[in-house]
């Protein structure tokens, strides 16, 4: 595909994301503007848990969703915690919840811990709202790892696999995302994948666009299966639209 159709598509499939310990009304307002595009809506605006009923106001009708972040970003609540952290995000009107994966715990072999962890944030999610779990590849590095994570989140049935929380040293990178794409596809299910961190450019976010087509196939560059968590990628991509190459 060319840019101009891959941009478009990475449009649709953008969490647009502030997670900025400065964060205020002001900034989330001029995010909120930007959600609607002349080329198409994102797919999600993703902010802290406290400005949600902010951001539900302005996008009301909209059909974007608003997604929030828990466990976040070190991944060290217990799980009693974070089951506490969804239901009020809930209660606020979060439609989505990206949750950090227990990765120290997992590193230190507590696989036990993981499942009941991601199964009570599973239950706390619900079937109707969407579960995104960050594994933050990062941190965790090996493949072989990575690719056991991304198991025990199948197992769990969540919603998408997420590289990063992009407050890690490494954020996502095509090695991670092709590992949890590979693990998806020979468990033949219909998880979605998000790349998120550091991705700035049309060039960087067009990677995990036709990466994910390459494993799974044009069935995997929707807003259900393809997901990427972005602040400042939008911008390019527009310009790359209006440039018209």
Known sequence: ??????????????????????????????????????????AAVCVYPKFIPFVKRLLGGSEIKTATVVN????????????????????LGADEIDAVFPYRRFLDGDEEYCRRYLAAVREACGKKHTL??????????????????????LEAEVDFIKT?????????????????????????????????????????????????????????TTPKRLRIGASSLLDDLLNVIARGY
């Open 72 to 91: 976040f970003p070190k991944g060290t609540g217990s799980i009693e915690t974070v089951q506490t952290e969804i239901q009020n995000a809930l209660k």
């Open 132 to 153: 995104k779990i960050i594994l933050e590849t990062g941190e965790i590095i090996k493949a072989a790892k990575i690719a056991r994570a991304a198991e025990l989140c």
């Open 164 to 220: 990063s929380t992009g407050k890690s040293k490494i954020s996502a990178t095509p090695e991670a995302a092709n590992i949890i794409l590979e693990t998806i596809h020979a468990a033949h299910k219909n998880t979605g994948f998000k790349a998120s961190g550091g991705i700035r450019t049309l060039e960087e976010a067009k990677k995990y666009l036709v990466l994910a087509n390459a494993v799974i196939g044009p069935k995997a």
């Open 1 to 42: 595909m060319n840019d101009i159709e891959a941009a478009k598509i990475l449009i649709s499939c953008l969490d647009l994301t502030s997670l900025g310990d400065k964060d205020t009304d002001v900034k989330i307002e001029e995010l909120c503007r930007k959600a609607v595009t002349p080329y198409g809506k994102v």
